[in-house]
């Protein structure tokens, strides 16, 4: 059982934007992670998007369009990818994923399949 | 920009093991800087396994670490992993991952009697 908290499907329509949320447990403060975000097409590896821990601490992955970003609520204890302008091509499973140290494992989302209507 | 190569499709026994490579181009990198993910059918992503960085000693997802070993191979620039007592619930794709930023094709690994 994934330890962050995705709901399985969310949809939004061609142009318009769509808004992804990861809940953290209670035990993990939103505040002190950053929050990973992987999109991933059937039959293909997880493509990594962005990394968001601040607005003066954030990145995107190569070639990865600035329609993507990131936030975080931290009244939900919840990170947020943001996708705007929706393409169909954005049409895919989006992954969250934190790493709480070095010496922890990698935890995974159980991920949202994004339909674009 | 770093590739990632691994190897091809297996299908095992229930009770043997499996290894996949995972080779590594393109850059100035440390292969101990591969973890490696899978992923059952039509199921999420599961981190296995990585490298603890600076110290480069492997670090297990606590369910696998009786039966999983990475290795990683600075010469060859090549990562392994090796997991034993296959059961069914092992029929994944596994994936190889550098620093989380670039990833393998996927290896399906299939355990059938």
């Known amino acids: 059982q994934p330890v962050l908290t995705q709901p399985p499907s969310s949809s939004a329509s061609l142009g318009e934007s769509a808004r992804l949320t990861c809940s953290l447990p209670?035990?993990?403060?939103?505040?002190?992670?950053?929050i990973y975000w992987y999109q991933q097409k059937p039959g293909s590896p997880p493509r990594y998007l962005l990394y968001?821990?601040?607005?003066?601490?954030?990145?995107?992955g190569a070639g990865v369009p600035s329609r993507f970003s990131g936030s975080k609520d931290v009244s939900a204890n919840t990170g947020i990818l943001f996708i705007s302008g929706l393409q169909s091509d954005d049409e895919a499973d989006y992954y969250c994923m934190i790493w709480p140290s070095n010496a922890s494992p990698w935890v995974f989302g159980g991920g949202t399949k994004l339909t674009v209507l | 920009q770093v590739q990632l190569v691994q190897s091809a499709t297996e299908v095992k026994k229930p009770g043997s093991s499996v290894k996949v490579s995972c080779k590594a181009s393109g850059g100035n990198f440390s292969t101990y800087a591969i973890s490696w993910v899978r992923q059952a059918p039509g199921q999420g992503l599961e981190w296995m396994a990585g490298?603890?960085?600076?110290?480069?000693?492997?670090n297990y997802e606590q369910r696998f670490q009786d039966r999983l070993t990475i290795v990683a191979d600075e010469t060859a620039t090549t990562a392994y992993m090796d997991l034993s007592g296959l059961t069914s619930d092992d029929t994944a794709v596994y994936y190889c991952?550098?620093?989380?930023?670039?990833w393998g094709q996927g290896t399906q690994v299939t355990v059938s009697s």
């Open positions: 209670t035990d993990l403060n939103v505040k002190s992670y950053s």
């Open positions: 490298f603890i960085p600076l110290l480069n000693t492997p």
């Open positions: 968001y821990y601040s607005q003066s601490d954030e990145g995107r």
């Open positions: 991952t550098y620093l989380g930023d670039f």
